[in-house]
């Protein structure tokens, strides 16, 4: 019968229907599992306000969660009584409290150049230039496929990025060209950039890909892949490319995410006369 079900497996398949992106599917099947297996109970018919707190609290210390994860294993259970038990519960008193706003550290226009041209490896080149110059997510990247590229029209097509969104990328012609040696090298089948198998590329490669480039070119600052992303917006609003444009080529939902980009880039805060030049 449908009530012996296993909540979980049902809450899944509601999620499915309701066309979550697949990741956040095998997201928060994760926490719900760290969940009911804190719970030690497989069906659960009521929702126990103590019990529950306790089990998210114990977790996060058990997993050393950061704070986005606290808040996708709240969201994961809150969702779930709200799916299959009609149950809209508050779990406000263990939400993460906002973050500390911080400036993130920007490469220069010529650290990226020194950490793509010093990358002699040509799959690992592409990547990275890939990952550049068109402002993707690490993720955006290592699910490219042969025909997301239209060359012809020049243009990349970004399918069920953050928040299950599609998008449409200009791609340059220097990274056309890199595209077509790399293409014409490799012979990628499905994913453009394959790992073993012709998988999906390895995150943890990519990430080590990028460690290593950093090396290579000397790169002091503390970056990390998505820092590429950060460069391809701040650069762009540099050129005084107009930050709503600059909001759908990143696929924010908000203008707010693009915004935070203003506090690092250079245009105007370099043509501030500063009062020292006003002394005779």
Same mark, same amino acid.
């Given at each position: 019968?449908?009530?012996?079900?296993?909540?979980?497996?049902?809450?899944?398949?509601?999620?499915?229907? +309701?066309?979550?992106?697949?990741?956040?599917?095998?997201?928060?099947?994760?926490?719900?599992?760290?969940?009911?297996?804190?719970?030690? $109970?497989?069906?659960?018919?009521?929702?126990?306000?103590?019990? %529950?707190?306790?089990?998210?609290?114990?977790?996060?210390?058990?997993?050393?969660? &950061?704070?986005? &994860?606290?808040?996708?294993?709240?969201?994961? $259970? %809150?969702?779930?009584?709200?799916?299959?038990?009609?149950?809209?519960?508050?779990?406000?008193?263990?939400?993460?409290?906002?973050? +500390?706003?911080?400036?993130?550290?920007?490469?220069?226009?010529?650290?990226?150049?020194?950490?793509?041209? +010093? /990358?002699?490896?040509?799959?690992?080149?592409?990547?990275?230039? /890939?990952?550049?110059?068109?402002?993707?997510?690490?993720?955006? $990247?290592?699910?490219?496929?042969?025909?997301?590229?239209?060359?012809?029209?020049?243009?990349?097509?970004?399918?069920?990025?953050?928040?299950?969104?599609?998008?449409?990328v200009p791609i340059?012609?220097?990274?056309?060209?890199?595209?077509?040696?790399?293409?014409?090298?490799? +012979?990628?089948?499905?994913?453009?950039?394959?790992?073993?198998?012709?998988?999906?590329?390895?995150?943890? &490669?990519?990430?080590?890909?990028?460690?290593?480039?950093?090396?290579?070119?000397?790169?002091?600052?503390?970056?990390?892949?998505?820092?590429?992303?950060?460069?391809?917006?701040?650069?762009?609003?540099?050129?005084?490319?107009?930050?709503?444009?600059?909001?759908?080529?990143l696929g924010h939902?908000?203008?707010?995410?693009?915004?935070?980009?203003?506090? $690092?880039? %250079?245009?105007?805060?370099?043509?501030?006369?500063?009062?020292?030049?006003?002394?005779?």
């Amino acid at each position: 019968m449908e009530e012996d079900r296993d909540p979980f497996v049902n809450f899944q398949e509601i999620l499915r229907l +309701k066309r979550y992106a697949p990741k956040t599917i095998a997201s928060y099947g994760y926490m719900l599992k760290l969940y009911r297996d804190e719970l030690k $109970v497989v069906n659960i018919n009521h929702f126990d306000y103590q019990r %529950t707190i306790r089990a998210i609290i114990t977790i996060n210390e058990e997993k050393k969660f &950061s704070r986005s &994860s606290q808040k996708q294993l709240i969201g994961a $259970v %809150t969702l779930f009584y709200k799916e299959i038990l009609h149950q809209n519960i508050n779990l406000s008193a263990i939400y993460p409290t906002r973050k +500390k706003h911080f400036i993130p550290q920007i490469l220069a226009k010529e650290e990226v150049k020194n950490i793509i041209v +010093k /990358t002699k490896n040509l799959k690992h080149k592409t990547m990275l230039m /890939t990952c550049y110059g068109l402002g993707l997510r690490r993720s955006e $990247v290592l699910d490219l496929r042969i025909n997301d590229i239209d060359g012809g029209r020049r243009l990349v097509h970004i399918k069920n990025a953050k928040g299950n969104k599609d998008r449409i990328v200009p791609i340059s012609e220097k990274l056309l060209v890199l595209l077509r040696e790399y293409y014409s090298a490799y +012979k990628p089948r499905g994913y453009l950039f394959y790992g073993i198998k012709h998988d999906r590329y390895s995150e943890t &490669s990519f990430r080590n890909v990028f460690t290593q480039a950093c090396k290579r070119a000397n790169i002091r600052k503390n970056v990390t892949i998505h820092s590429l992303r950060h460069a391809y917006a701040t650069h762009l609003m540099d050129n005084g490319t107009d930050i709503r444009l600059i909001q759908e080529l990143l696929g924010h939902n908000s203008i707010k995410t693009t915004m935070q980009y203003t506090h $690092v880039t %250079t245009r105007s805060i370099q043509n501030v006369r500063n009062p020292l030049d006003d002394w005779g």
